[in-house]
């Protein structure tokens, strides 16, 4: 089925590990986003890419970096976790000229101990 | 900065019951998006409201928008049980790339 993958679904590690959370989609849309959700804040931006090979900063940047990979793929990598990025991580894409708003991945739930 | 207020944060109703959560948000924007979040799922897209006085209904849900207010209304008609669920409303910044600022979600309950 056409949609956004994210892998992947469950993830803990260990505070100082690092890890790479993987996004893909088939829908051919040029934009695509990482967001992370925590309770009662609902969901803030971390990085976006608007199109391939462009990547900007959103609402909650620090400790993440990000690579628009090609048209399909859109990585987010913790270098060193921290108890504080705890939290289920959902990637989007869009096609913005259509105005449809986001089809979502299914997120991972990520722990660091 | 954009943000967006949805109110109320809970709520709990029975079923047969009318009731509405709002969606307030501080800049001007005419792209607001409505989903629905079961839990330990993905967010599933509702609704796209898209102009000033736009109105969508699926079911038992009608969305609407007042860009003026700056205010969408998402009412929800003689609630089922089904319904429950956390609802997000999502403003569109309008800067280049869709960038979507969420409400904090309201979380539904609906009781037999």
């Known amino acids: 089925n056409a949609g956004v993958t994210q892998t992947p679904k469950f993830q803990v590690l260990k505070t100082g590990q690092s890890m790479t959370l993987q996004c893909a989609q088939d829908?051919?849309?040029?934009?695509m986003y990482w967001y992370r959700q925590d309770p009662g804040m609902g969901l803030r931006l971390i990085y976006y890419?608007?199109?391939?090979?462009?990547?900007d900063k959103g609402e909650v940047p620090n400790g993440y970096n990000v690579s628009r990979l090609n048209k399909r793929e859109f990585s987010l990598r913790l270098e060193s976790a921290a108890p504080s990025q705890t939290s289920v991580y959902f990637c989007?894409?869009?096609?913005?000229?259509?105005?449809?708003?986001?089809?979502f991945g299914s997120g991972t739930r990520l722990t660091v101990v | 900065e954009l943000k967006v207020e949805q109110n109320p944060l809970f709520l709990s109703m029975q079923e047969g019951k009318n009731y509405t959560i709002y969606c307030n948000y501080s800049?001007?924007?005419?792209?607001l998006y409505w989903y629905r979040q079961d839990p330990g799922k993905s967010l599933e897209s509702l609704f796209v409201?898209?102009?000033?006085?736009a109105v969508k209904q699926e079911g038992r849900l009608m969305a609407s928008l007042d860009t003026k207010a700056r205010l969408s209304t998402l009412h929800i008609t003689a609630a089922v049980h089904d319904l429950s669920a956390t609802y997000f409303c999502?403003?569109?910044?309008?800067?280049?790339?869709?960038?979507?600022?969420f409400g904090q979600g309201t979380r539904l309950t609906i009781n037999p």
């Open positions: 890419s608007a199109s391939e090979g462009t990547t």
């Open positions: 989007a894409s869009s096609e913005p000229g259509l105005g449809y708003g986001y089809t």
């Open positions: 800049t001007t924007s005419d792209r």
């Open positions: 409201l898209l102009s000033n006085g």
């Open positions: 829908m051919n849309h040029n934009s």
């Open positions: 999502a403003v569109d910044r309008g800067q280049g790339a869709q960038k979507l600022v």
